[in-house]
């Protein structure tokens, strides 16, 4: 049974640094997608950043800026989320998700085309909290 459970959370200064972590048990696809979201109270869930598992293509969303980058440890089967730089605005639950079995590249083309959605998703995590304070 696939399980993803985040760490790393947790209160910094606006201008800190945060390093999620997702680690996936029994998630071994190599042709897979694994993405960040996170949603701020009263807001709606929005896409972080994703990544192919089989490499070679990774996905922001425009409120990045550069700051954050997402990687994979495939040998820890570990997702990371470094986050530099971070704001106020950046305060929010961090949920790691994984899509439900292979995908293809073609996954990634889409995401770039219509964004990062949570419906394209079927593994989810509990959430790790971010706070950044001015």
């Known amino acids: 049974q696939v399980q993803l459970v985040e760490s790393g959370g947790g209160s910094v200064q606006a201008g800190g640094s945060l390093r999620l972590s997702c680690a996936a048990s029994e998630y071994t696809y190599s042709r897979a997608s694994m993405a960040w979201f996170r949603q701020a109270p009263g807001k709606e869930r929005e896409g972080v950043a994703a990544l192919y598992t089989g490499g070679g293509s990774t996905y922001y969303g425009d409120f990045v800026e550069g700051r954050f980058t997402i990687s994979l440890d495939n040998a820890e089967n570990t997702l990371y989320l470094q986050m530099n730089y971070l704001k106020p605005e950046d305060t929010a639950m961090y949920y790691c998700?994984?899509?439900?079995?292979?995908?293809?590249?073609?996954?990634?083309?889409?995401?770039?085309?219509?964004?990062?959605?949570?419906?394209?998703?079927?593994?989810w995590g509990q959430g790790t909290q971010v706070t950044v304070s001015s």
């Open positions: 998700a994984a899509t439900k079995g292979d995908v293809g590249m073609s996954f990634m083309t889409t995401v770039q085309a219509l964004g990062l959605r949570s419906a394209l998703f079927g593994y």
